[in-house]
């Protein structure tokens, strides 16, 4: 049964109404009927979605992921399974990236000396500068 208002779909939620309104425009979320002077109303069908939608962006899914995780509701578990190992490839490939990144900083930051009054190291580095 469809009682709640957009506000107390969103404070139920954990989300502000903004967040309801752009996932409507998104198609992540139904946009019932208004009927004549009155106010559209929601069902818990929204509240679940919406906590579909938060748990997914919560494994690194983006919301046009989350659209196509939805639009397979219905589908067979091996096509849900697919886009979730493609997440999980991308999600291994930027912890390499990371581990590279801060291997360089650890390289970077050691090399830096805090003597008063000589010239930062790491910034001339960073500047293509030879000291």
Not at 15 to 25: D, F, G, S
Not at 68 to 88: F, Y
């Amino acid at each position: 049964m469809a009682a709640l208002t957009i506000g107390q779909v969103a404070r139920r939620a954990g989300v502000h109404v903004e967040t309801i309104r752009y996932y409507q425009r998104l198609g992540l979320l139904p946009v019932p009927e208004k009927p004549p002077h009155g106010v559209r109303r929601y069902g818990e069908e929204t509240i679940r979605r919406l906590h579909f939608i938060k748990r997914a962006q919560g494994l690194g899914f983006t919301l046009k992921e989350i659209r196509e995780l939805l639009a397979l509701d219905q589908a067979d578990c091996s096509q849900v399974r697919h886009l979730a190992e493609q997440k999980l490839h991308q999600v291994e490939s930027k912890i390499r990236e990371l581990e590279r990144l801060r291997t360089g900083l650890r390289e970077a930051v050691a090399v830096c000396r805090s003597d008063p009054g000589a010239r930062c190291q790491l910034l001339e580095s960073l500047l293509g500068r030879e000291i």
